[in-house]
């Protein structure tokens, strides 16, 4: 049944309140600080979606001097107590969005695994149960757009409620039905003018802003009633129970025949053949055959599933109708606008033709009410379509409402009109999506749309309108992750542009990063990923997180930028142990770990790092062990390929306490005789013109060679 539309304020506010919000209480603030007090002014969060604005002010701004100085609370109401998705109109499309991409990626999966199953097969890729996937994605699809709610019944129920309080339907939703009754559900072919009986009960009150409806004048009618003492003897009364028969609403009209004064109990006596006239009408209507599976709760009819028998009762009920409407009961019914008026409603319910465009407002109700008592068994889109001529002659309109100009291009059977009216009324989400329901079980619109184009550039249709979706989503920051679900649907161009879209992102924010790394692991795009992480490390090295920026190179294994960074870094952690600059730099280090392969050139600084610590704790006094631990990291090192050659003298310098070892040797021959080698090839090097002088003492040189030479004495003396 039809409702009545609660008022839902304005959905194009970026910011909803409610009304009361527009005098907000102002409070009087108290304080006993003393002079002098600077005016100030306070702007915070109260309960809800309150903005609570405090003003404190010194004596000289009061405005009289027997008011003493204080100041002013207010609260600012900045949006009902109900915000719902309907008033938030972005919050509502992201919504949708988000939901609908879901249902989507399971159908698109659906159908590569059965075009690859059908490869196998060499057979058809669309079998029997593709029409059931196709309306479970639907149905999917049709739930995110909202639901007809009600509100709460009452107790005790008003008699005279006609219309139920319930929330405005939306447009799209009523054009998703409308998709879903003609292409998707296959099933309910047989009662499908049933299903248009209903869709129009739902969305009946879209027409009545544009067009007048059945819908407005059941509106208007109840908003009169409660003033009415004696309903038959009003024409709007009559006119509401025509308005509602017609079209179906069965149920508000048997209510509005029981709003009889008939019914009265002090007029049962007097007006007893009036009242069973009026209450064998109203039988007659609830038991109404209807050719459908069931019935909701609350409608009114008798369901027949099947043709025959929906035929012999509909013969029969049409017989009783006759039958009533001979009878000799009339002749007896003392009431003139009673007789008359319950003479039209089984004008009505015979499918008289002049009753039915009288009841009517616009072709639409008189296309359902067609069906309901002419031709209740019309099949066939061809003959529908011819019927809906009919109707826009008897009933035109100056200006069609959307879902009027959808509702021919179906009935015509014409996918170009109807494509263009999904994308000018309802946007790239629409026809996205509503593409997999055109194309259901239909040879011609599935060529139409899936046929290559040389004017749109070599693709499709259907891949034209995901490309415009996908760029809709991609201009958007809280949307954009959801576009390469759409664009990796496109065969031709989805891939490239997809690519683009990933480079286009900021890698220097981690989430948005960590994302980009992600999707480009679901659809194998290693290149962008670790181009992107490439990116993201000369970034943050270049703002001066340099721990971040060496550890996405690492990842992107990027060996070219860490050797760069390497160098950059020899030139901080070549000082002296005694520099304060250790600490900065060791946590730099510690990123590289032990594995060479990612760390590039910066493997030495790894090494290079444990050997300060040890030279440290050899400085702290921890000699024997930890001496040792030295002297054996610094071989390493010095054997070690990948330390530079102008870290050499450097670090025998850093060394030359181990060298000098008071107890004994920490080194042996063979390990002295490399160092001394070592120190020879660089004086050679020394002579080199592009050969870059250390900043150590002038006699650095000599300290460490009169070390090892001590050192290689006693070593021989020793062994």
Known sequence: MPGLLTESGNSSSVVSYSPAAE???????????????????SISWSRGNTLR???????????????????????????????????????RWRRIAYGSLSPFAHLQNKKNAMAALSELRHSTPYDGDWSKYILEYSKEINSLLGSNKSSPASLIEDPKTVLKNVEEPSSL?????????????????????????????????????????????????????????????????????????????????????????????????????????????????????????DLPSGKLGECYFNKSDFVRAWEKWRAQITKLDCSAFWLQCSHHETKENLKNLLQILLGNTSALSSATCHWVELYIAHFL???????????????????????????????????????????????????????????????????????EAEILLKEERDKLGGISIEESHRLVYAQVLSSHALTWQIAPIYLISCMKHGLGLLEILLYKQPAYHSQVLLKNIEICRMYDLDSVSSNAMKIAGVHHWKHGRKGAGVFWLQQARDEVRLNRIAQKLFDFVGKSISDESFEQWEGLIELLGSESKTAGGLEFLHKYRDFKKSLQQVQDGIFNDAARKAGEALILLMKNPSTPQRFWLPLLYDSLKLLNWQERPLLNVSQTNLLLNKLQELSVARLRPDFVEVGLPPQALSSVRVALATNLGRAILEE
């Open 23 to 41: 005098t907000p209480a102002v409070y009087t603030l108290h304080h006993c600080l003393k002079p002098p007090i600077t005016p100030r002014l």
């Open 53 to 91: 604005v405090t003003i404190l002010r010194s004596p000289e701004t009061a405005n009289s001097v027997e008011e003493e100085p204080g100041g002013k609370v207010v609260d600012l109401k900045l949006s009902g107590e109900d915000v719902d998705s309907e008033i938030n109109d972005a919050v």
């Open 173 to 293: 939703k009523a054009a998703w039905e409308l998709l879903e009754i003609f292409y998707a559900d296959k099933q309910s072919h047989s009662w499908i003018l049933e299903r248009l009986v209903d869709w129009l009960s739902d969305y009946n009150t879209l027409f009545s802003g544009q067009v007048p409806s059945v819908h407005l004048r059941l509106v208007e009618f109840q908003a009169e009633l409660i003033n009415t003492q004696v309903v038959e003897n009003e024409i709007k009364y009559w006119q509401a129970i025509s308005s509602a028969l017609a079209v179906g609403w069965l149920d508000i009209a048997v209510k509005l025949l029981r709003l009889h004064g008939s019914y009265q109990l002090n007029q049962l006596g007097t007006r007893e053949t009036e009242n069973g006239l009026v209450e064998a009408v109203a039988v007659l209507v609830s038991k109404m055959p209807r050719m459908r599976a």
């Open 373 to 443: 008592y002419i031709r209740p068994l019309t099949s066939g889109l061809e003959s529908m379509y011819v019927l809906a001529q009919k109707c826009i002659q008897l009933k035109p309109t100056s200006s069609p409402h959307k879902l009027m100009r959808l509702i021919l291009g179906i009935l015509e059977e014409n996918t170009e009109v109807v494509l263009a009216e999904c994308s000018r009324s309802f946007g790239p989400w629409m026809i996205a999506h509503a593409t997999e329901l055109l194309t259901a079980g239909s040879i």
